[in-house]
Protein backbone atom coordinates (compact mmCIF):
# COMPACT_ATOMS: atom_id res chain seq x y z
CA UNK A 1 0.00 0.00 0.00
CA UNK A 2 1.49 3.40 -0.85
CA UNK A 3 0.16 6.58 0.51
CA UNK A 4 1.43 10.12 -1.47
CA UNK A 5 3.61 12.07 0.18
CA UNK A 6 3.38 9.65 3.44
CA UNK A 7 5.83 6.64 3.67
CA UNK A 8 6.47 5.50 7.56
CA UNK A 9 10.50 4.46 8.08
CA UNK A 10 9.57 3.54 11.93
CA UNK A 11 6.62 1.67 12.98
CA UNK A 12 6.00 0.49 16.25
CA UNK A 13 3.72 -2.29 16.90
CA UNK A 14 3.05 -2.69 20.60
CA UNK A 15 2.00 -6.40 22.59
CA UNK A 16 0.87 -8.00 25.50
CA UNK A 17 -0.18 -11.05 24.12
CA UNK A 18 -4.06 -10.86 23.45
CA UNK A 19 -5.33 -11.79 20.21
CA UNK A 20 -6.29 -7.99 19.40
CA UNK A 21 -2.16 -7.22 19.68
CA UNK A 22 -0.68 -10.18 17.66
CA UNK A 23 -3.35 -9.21 14.78
CA UNK A 24 -2.11 -5.46 14.91
CA UNK A 25 1.34 -6.97 15.10
CA UNK A 26 0.78 -8.73 11.62
CA UNK A 27 -0.71 -5.00 9.78
CA UNK A 28 2.27 -3.46 11.69
CA UNK A 29 4.78 -6.12 9.81
CA UNK A 30 2.85 -5.94 6.43
CA UNK A 31 2.92 -1.96 6.71
CA UNK A 32 6.92 -1.85 7.34
CA UNK A 33 7.13 -4.40 4.52
CA UNK A 34 5.77 -2.72 1.86
CA UNK A 35 7.45 1.03 2.57
CA UNK A 36 10.85 -0.81 3.64
CA UNK A 37 10.08 0.39 7.24
CA UNK A 38 12.03 -0.43 10.58
CA UNK A 39 9.89 -2.94 13.10
CA UNK A 40 9.89 -2.55 16.43
CA UNK A 41 8.02 -4.84 18.62
CA UNK A 42 7.12 -3.30 22.07
CA UNK A 43 6.06 -5.24 25.27
CA UNK A 44 5.83 -3.53 28.63
CA UNK A 45 4.89 -4.91 31.82
CA UNK A 46 3.63 -3.28 34.64
CA UNK A 47 5.38 -4.39 37.53
CA UNK A 48 3.06 -6.26 40.01
CA UNK A 49 1.40 -4.95 43.22
CA UNK A 50 0.63 -7.27 46.27
CA UNK A 51 0.66 -10.28 44.00
CA UNK A 52 2.41 -12.97 46.39
CA UNK A 53 -1.07 -12.42 48.67
CA UNK A 54 -1.87 -10.13 52.01
CA UNK A 55 0.52 -11.05 54.69
CA UNK A 56 3.07 -12.80 52.29
CA UNK A 57 6.80 -11.86 51.92
CA UNK A 58 7.39 -10.00 47.92
CA UNK A 59 9.67 -12.12 46.27
CA UNK A 60 13.14 -10.84 46.30
CA UNK A 61 14.14 -8.21 43.43
CA UNK A 62 16.21 -11.37 41.63
CA UNK A 63 13.26 -13.55 41.59
CA UNK A 64 10.64 -10.52 40.57
CA UNK A 65 13.15 -9.95 37.18
CA UNK A 66 13.47 -13.66 36.13
CA UNK A 67 9.08 -13.54 36.10
CA UNK A 68 8.96 -10.48 34.30
CA UNK A 69 11.89 -11.33 31.77
CA UNK A 70 10.63 -14.56 31.41
CA UNK A 71 7.40 -13.45 30.78
CA UNK A 72 8.12 -11.04 28.17
CA UNK A 73 10.30 -12.80 26.13
CA UNK A 74 7.13 -15.17 26.24
CA UNK A 75 5.01 -12.33 24.37
CA UNK A 76 7.46 -10.94 21.90
CA UNK A 77 8.25 -14.77 20.80
CA UNK A 78 4.55 -15.44 20.43
CA UNK A 79 4.81 -12.38 18.74
CA UNK A 80 7.19 -12.22 16.30
CA UNK A 81 7.25 -15.88 15.52
CA UNK A 82 4.92 -15.69 12.67
CA UNK A 83 5.16 -12.32 11.86
CA UNK A 84 6.78 -11.83 7.97
CA UNK A 85 9.31 -9.76 8.24
CA UNK A 86 11.34 -11.37 5.46
CA UNK A 87 13.80 -7.91 3.91
CA UNK A 88 13.34 -5.69 6.74
CA UNK A 89 14.67 -4.69 9.85
CA UNK A 90 12.98 -5.96 13.20
CA UNK A 91 13.90 -5.12 16.73
CA UNK A 92 11.92 -6.39 20.01
CA UNK A 93 11.82 -4.42 23.12
CA UNK A 94 11.13 -5.18 26.65
CA UNK A 95 10.08 -2.30 29.28
CA UNK A 96 8.96 -2.32 32.71
CA UNK A 97 6.37 0.52 33.52
CA UNK A 98 2.85 2.21 33.10
CA UNK A 99 2.36 0.27 29.36
CA UNK A 100 0.62 3.77 27.81
CA UNK A 101 3.31 5.99 29.00
CA UNK A 102 6.29 3.82 28.74
CA UNK A 103 4.76 3.57 24.77
CA UNK A 104 4.43 7.22 24.63
CA UNK A 105 7.88 7.73 25.30
CA UNK A 106 9.45 5.17 23.22
CA UNK A 107 7.66 6.11 20.21
CA UNK A 108 8.79 9.69 21.46
CA UNK A 109 12.36 8.59 21.38
CA UNK A 110 12.64 6.73 18.47
CA UNK A 111 10.80 9.24 16.55
CA UNK A 112 8.08 6.58 15.32
CA UNK A 113 6.06 7.46 12.55
CA UNK A 114 3.25 4.79 12.92
CA UNK A 115 2.13 3.00 16.17
CA UNK A 116 0.00 -0.26 15.63
CA UNK A 117 -2.11 -1.69 18.88
CA UNK A 118 -4.60 -3.22 19.01
CA UNK A 119 -8.07 -2.49 20.50
CA UNK A 120 -9.04 -3.95 23.59
CA UNK A 121 -11.72 -3.36 25.98
CA UNK A 122 -11.18 -2.74 29.98
CA UNK A 123 -13.25 -3.54 32.17
CA UNK A 124 -16.28 -0.50 33.29
CA UNK A 125 -14.44 0.52 36.51
CA UNK A 126 -11.16 -0.07 35.28
CA UNK A 127 -11.95 2.23 32.14
CA UNK A 128 -13.17 4.87 34.48
CA UNK A 129 -10.63 4.92 36.76
CA UNK A 130 -7.73 5.08 34.50
CA UNK A 131 -9.11 4.39 31.08
CA UNK A 132 -7.21 1.87 28.52
CA UNK A 133 -3.95 1.62 27.23
CA UNK A 134 -5.45 1.93 23.74
CA UNK A 135 -7.21 5.30 24.37
CA UNK A 136 -4.36 6.55 25.80
CA UNK A 137 -2.31 6.08 23.18
CA UNK A 138 -4.66 7.46 20.62
CA UNK A 139 -4.96 10.88 22.62
CA UNK A 140 -1.18 11.01 23.77
CA UNK A 141 1.01 9.70 21.12
CA UNK A 142 3.36 11.45 19.32
CA UNK A 143 2.54 9.62 15.92
CA UNK A 144 -0.37 8.76 14.14
CA UNK A 145 -1.88 5.45 15.86
CA UNK A 146 -3.53 2.96 14.50
CA UNK A 147 -5.79 0.11 16.27
CA UNK A 148 -6.76 -3.08 14.83
CA UNK A 149 -10.09 -4.65 16.53
Known sequence: M???????NVVVTATDGSDGSLRAAHVAASIAKNNA?????ITVVRPPEGWWGIGGAPPTATALANALDEAQHGVLDETTKDLDTEGIEVQTVEELGDPAATIIGFCTEID???????KRGAGLIERFVMGSVADRLAHYAPCPVLMIP
Do not use: I, N, Q, R
Open 2 to 8: EWPGWSP
Open 37 to 41: AKLYV
Open 112 to 118: ADLLVVG
